[in-house]
């Protein structure tokens, strides 16, 4: 079936550094894909989207962008901050004619000072 | 614009209570509702979801059932909880028949079963 796979973590990074966190998905069809961000103790929050091949999401300074080749919707940020500390959930449409999401299983993230 | 509720916030409750938690919508009309479990330090587990008034798709079988009295609003109910129905319980929508089916999450309920 459908699944989204992205790296476990967790990840602790130093501040300004460079983040990538790695998700990959099953090739079926041409999915709109999605990164949501969990704050402690709080509901997910919609970070950025691709509803095509070669798109590229941004928001906050982080971006992804859609690879069909690779099946890969990477998130990336050039000088990571404390306040980006929070866990990181990859979706993707769960099939044609699903309003459903298939959700990775999530990284934390820890920006340490 | 578009916002999600959900009450209460947190709650404690003993094993073989009832439960209701709810959730509304404001700004929109027709939204697909969800409800999802998330456990300590896990993933999301989705429990239920709604495509209309009355319309409820379970996606585990549990002790937990929903219902969607209007259009807007989406209740989770056990009659007995059990010690694992602890856990951060999210309501989302989305819109129907839209091209990026992206979802929209509520603030969440902390639920302790003890």
């Known amino acids: 079936g459908d699944s989204v796979t992205q790296m476990e973590g967790p990840v602790t990074l130093s501040e300004e550094a460079f983040l990538t966190i790695n998700c990959t998905y099953t090739a079926t069809g041409y999915p709109s894909l999605f990164w949501y961000v969990q704050y402690p103790g709080e509901g997910l929050q919609l970070l950025l989207k691709a509803t095509k091949a070669d798109d590229k999401g941004s928001n906050k300074g982080f971006e992804a962008t859609y690879r069909k080749e690779t099946t890969s919707f990477h998130l990336e940020k050039g000088s990571v901050q404390v306040s980006d500390s929070a866990v990181y959930f990859c979706a993707r449409r769960s099939g044609a004619g699903s309003y459903q999401l298939t959700f990775g299983k999530g990284t934390k993230l820890s920006v340490i000072p | 614009s578009q916002t999600i509720h959900q009450w209460p916030a947190t709650l404690v409750q003993p094993v073989g209570s009832p439960l209701s938690l709810e959730c509304t919508v404001e700004g929109t009309s027709n939204p697909n509702l969800y409800w999802y479990r998330q456990a300590a330090g896990r993933g999301l587990q989705l429990l239920f979801y709604?495509?209309?008034?009355?319309?409820i798709s379970s996606e585990v079988p549990q002790n937990l059932s929903a219902s969607r009295p209007q259009d807007r609003q989406f209740i989770l109910s056990s009659k007995k909880l059990l010690l694992s129905d602890s856990g951060f319980y999210l309501c989302a929508w989305s819109a129907g028949r839209t091209g990026s089916y992206e979802q929209y999450f509520g603030p969440g309920t902390r639920l302790t079963v003890t």
């Open positions: 709604s495509v209309g008034i009355g319309q």
